[in-house]
């Protein structure tokens, strides 16, 4: 079998991440099984779209490493790839279906369609108009009557219709549960109900991927299938996402979407491999996967039928780990933007700062909170320089930085390096315990008790005028 896979979104939005993660999978499916990998555009509901989402799902794709083989800008001669460029076909697959006996011509208003609400208040199509005759439907169509066409599901009690999911397994869903419902509407527009199965037959999908949301609407879709005498795809539906314990993710309340993340500093390999992650675990204990390990590793016996909650303290921690592998210049490539966002633009070495960054951020937009200390040292808290574990006190502080001073000011090397020497030489002499040293030295020249390197680091970040200055001005306000 040639293994055809397709993503197929509708163009209202930014990709969400359970629609990234149903695009990944298929994905990995047909690489790992040398298969065949497509983008549908499915654009029937006017209503929903937004401009320019069809660009955003480009841009996704690409950014993400997700490639497709087969699309509207890659055509592989199973197109249009785009649904509402293939419009003309939906109504003629439709009456085909009603000639075969599974669909029919309804012609029911709004009117009447309001009144069929059973005593819970819920809606079902009663098939009023399966029961007209051939003559009559034809009467009405010639007299312009607005029309839908509806499936028409089988009326055998205590029937079902089952099928075998890849994930989930036996499926059944009894044909009293399933609704007539409207395969072409009165615009002439398809449902995706019938579009997304005719698309796939014409298309050769093999394998439909999905969110589990579809599991008891896909035997409505196998008795079309039937109806048409065509082979039914294998199906692969999906655990959800979910937010907690009770709440899935949801794109229509703003949930995380990939350009949040991508915005917030995330790594996209590590978007992807934590997304992957969601509802799928690997044949093994590795969990920091670039994508040519996820297609390698990815077996459909590793998606869980369970939902998986959306963790970001662990997405962060995955983040961090791909930042750690990155070299200083790697991370100031992506890091840029973000310290060009805080109060030390321009005004430092950003390698030198990626040095003491790459093992203290998680994701790039941490950047900020970490060095705008650096522009903060003016009027600092006093209270930095007591520590009751050090027996540190301000009057202490104020010693250690009036004997260090002199030794200081005579590094003209003005290293890390240098510094270090200088600080483990008064460290020898005894006179103060070396926390209390570099506590002292850190607070005075950075303003901050907490900074992403040492004193000696942030000293040489700083240059060898700018600390002496901020140790001078420390001391006069420790002398009060």
Known sequence: MNIRTRFAPSPTGFMHVGNLRTCLYGYLF????????????????????????VEIIYSTLAKAGIVHDEGPDKDGGYGPYVQSERKGMYLDYAKELVSKGGAYYCFCDKDRLDTLSNDSGIKKYDKHCLKLTLAEVE???????????????????????????????????????MEDGVLIK??????YNFANVVDDHLMNITHVIRGMEYLSSTPKYNLMYDSFGWDKPLYMHLPQIMKDATHKLSKRYGDANFEDFLAKGYLVPAIINYIALLGWSPNGNQEKMYMDELIE????????????????????????EYIKLMTPEQFVEVATPYFEMSKISGKYDYVMLAKLLIPRVEILSDIASKVDFLEEFDGYDMAL???KKNKMTGAIALEILESMLPLLEEDNAWSNDSLQVIVNDFIETGAY????????????????????????EMAELLGKTESIRRIEESINRLRG
């Open 30 to 53: 047909a690489k790992k099984n040398n298969g065949t990998f497509v983008l549908r555009i499915e654009d029937t509901d006017q209503e929903r779209y937004v401009e320019g989402a």
């Open 139 to 177: 009467e009405k169509l010639n007299s312009g009557i607005a029309y839908v066409i509806r499936q028409n599901i089988p009326t055998i009690e205590a029937g079902v219709s089952s099928y075998e999911d890849m994930v989930f397994g036996t499926i059944s869903v009894p044909y009293n549960d």
């Open 186 to 191: 009165s615009d002439g527009m398809p449902t």
């Open 297 to 320: 590793a990815f077996d459909v016996k590793g998606v869980s039928k369970s939902g998986s909650i959306f963790d970001e303290a662990k997405m962060r921690w995955l983040n961090s």
């Open 385 to 387: 320089y007591v520590n």
């Open 433 to 456: 315990k070396k926390g209390q040293i570099f506590l002292a030295l850190r607070v005075a020249v950075t303003g901050s008790g907490m900074t992403p390197g040492g004193a000696t």
